[in-house]
């Protein structure tokens, strides 16, 4: 129990920023009291333990798994990062195509807000918003990266509540201008071309001129016979080579285009303007957390287990 003690005060500094683990905790302690019918019936405290025991250690494996993700992904360089799964810190951009404004007016690059209205029972919630839109980050290198927070767990120590009649609203930004830890799926949308592109776009481009018969023969049948030969064929591809080639040197000024976004393969994807320690910290003391709860389920599940006769054989 000594480590319980010790996580709780850590936990409750970030009771705004792990939700879930409240709501599962919430849904947990319903469970406890429905296992409370097992004074009269062992079988309801067997199933309320059991479901504790089994979301308890859900919760561990991915508190674990997100710890572990945070301490063995190191840090990269937007420009030099690998592709995959990487992990990146930078300052969120101020760019006007960056910032949106949800319901506290503050500019931010991304936002979530709660409204609750009054009802006789309290609050009750009313509407939940979060932005989706893409922003960038950059690094110290000058590179910029851009992070589409579609999926991603966000970690944020900025949060406005505000009142008016009937209502409350709680909103959680993260401001330009910020330092932001990012851990995702990095990838990088190359502005070079290959030779095989090149081959495909002039085929494509040919294919568009043939069937369009009339200005095909208008701009390439030099001898007015009525239709295209070989060597006007010809002609008429060294054009479409050129326009393509051309086309494609003005994309490849272009620099490269680096994005973060969801691991296809479920691996955590994190935004916070937490440092990174912090963030490894906390994971750390929410799975010791979770697996506390997890042994007393199992303690509870083996009680009531024994109290129904339900682990007796014969």
Request: hydrophobic share 40%; with cysteine.
């Amino acid at each position: 129990m000594w480590i319980l003690a010790n996580a709780l005060p850590e936990m409750l500094n970030w009771r705004h920023h792990f939700n879930w683990h409240y709501l599962l905790w919430a849904g947990q302690l319903g469970f406890f009291n429905w296992s409370q019918q097992g004074e009269k019936n062992p079988l309801w405290g067997v199933i309320g333990c059991a479901v504790i025991a089994l979301t308890s250690l859900l919760a561990w494996i991915y508190s674990v798994r997100r710890g572990r993700a945070i301490s063995d992904t190191p840090t990269s360089n937007i420009a030099s990062a690998a592709q995959g799964y990487a992990e990146i810190k930078g300052i969120a951009d101020n760019k006007a195509d960056n910032i949106v404004v949800g319901k506290s007016g503050l500019p931010s690059v991304w936002f979530r807000c709660t409204s609750y209205r009054k009802g006789r029972n309290g609050w009750e919630l009313d509407e939940h918003v979060t932005s989706d839109s893409t922003f960038s980050i950059t690094d110290g290198s000058g590179h910029s990266c851009l992070v589409d927070p579609e999926g991603a767990e966000i970690v944020t120590n900025n949060q406005q509540t505000w009142y008016t009649v009937d209502y409350k609203y709680v909103e959680e930004n993260l401001f330009p201008g910020e330092q932001l830890y990012v851990l995702g799926s990095f990838s990088t949308l190359s502005s070079n071309s290959g030779q095989h592109e090149l081959k495909a776009d002039v085929s494509h481009l040919l294919a568009e001129w043939k069937r369009d018969q009339p200005w095909l023969l208008e701009r390439f049948d030099k001898n007015k016979d009525g239709k295209i030969d070989l060597q006007e064929w010809e002609a008429a591809r060294q054009e479409a080579y050129r326009q393509v080639q051309q086309k494609t040197q003005a994309f490849q000024r272009q620099p490269d285009i680096h994005l973060i976004t969801r691991p296809k393969n479920g691996l955590p994807f994190l935004i916070s303007n937490f440092p990174e320690h912090k963030l490894r910290r906390h994971s750390m003391v929410w799975a010791w957390g979770h697996l506390v709860i997890f042994f007393a389920g199992l303690t509870g599940l083996f009680w009531f287990g024994v109290k129904g006769g339900f682990w007796l054989s014969g």
